[in-house]
C-alpha cells in the first residue's frame, strides 16, 4: 500500500489512509448483514482469507470463523445494529475507527474502537477490537 512514482507517470496504489471509510463502512455493513449469504460475501471481500479477529469478549480466524463470531454477535444482541462514529483513520498499512452499538431509536449498549492491519490487496487481516463502553460494566 504505497504510492509508486516512475519518471514517466505516478501510479497510486490505495494506502491505509485512502481506503479506511470505505474499509470501516465494509466492515460495519458485514455485522449487520443478517442474511448469511451476504455476510459471507462482505467477510470474504472486506477480510483476507487468513483474518485474525480479537477483542475483549471474543477471538475467531478465518473467514469462517469470522462469520460465526458474527452471527453470535447478532443472537445476542438481536435488533441491535453497529453504527460508525466519527471518521475512519489510516496509515500505512493499519487503520482505526470506532463504532457503536445500538438498537434503532436507544443509547448504545457498547462503543468500542478497532485497529486493523491492512493487506496488499486492501484487505482486513488482523483486527483488534477494544471496548471503550459497555452499559452497565
Do not use: C
Not at 82 to 92: Q, R, V, W
Not at 93 to 120: K, N
Amino acid at each position: 500500500m504505497n504510492t509508486v512514482e516512475t519518471p514517466e507517470h505516478a501510479t497510486t496504489i490505495p494506502t491505509a489512509a485512502t481506503v479506511a471509510p470505505e474499509l470501516a463502512a465494509r466492515y460495519i455493513a458485514a455485522w449487520n448483514a443478517t442474511d448469511s449469504a451476504q455476510r459471507d460475501h462482505l467477510v470474504r471481500s472486506t477480510f483476507s482469507s487468513d483474518v485474525q479477529y480479537r477483542d475483549p469478549m471474543m477471538e475467531g480466524q478465518g473467514h469462517h470463523g469470522l462469520a460465526a463470531l458474527i452471527a453470535g454477535a447478532q443472537q445476542r444482541f438481536a435488533g441491535h445494529r453497529f453504527t460508525l462514529l466519527g471518521t475512519p483513520e489510516g496509515h500505512h498499512d493499519v487503520v482505526r475507527f470506532s463504532w457503536a452499538l445500538a438498537a434503532d431509536g436507544a443509547e448504545p449498549v457498547a462503543r468500542g474502537t478497532d485497529m486493523a492491519e491492512v493487506d496488499a490487496h486492501g484487505r482486513l487481516r488482523k483486527v483488534t477490537g477494544f471496548l471503550d463502553y459497555v452499559a452497565g460494566a
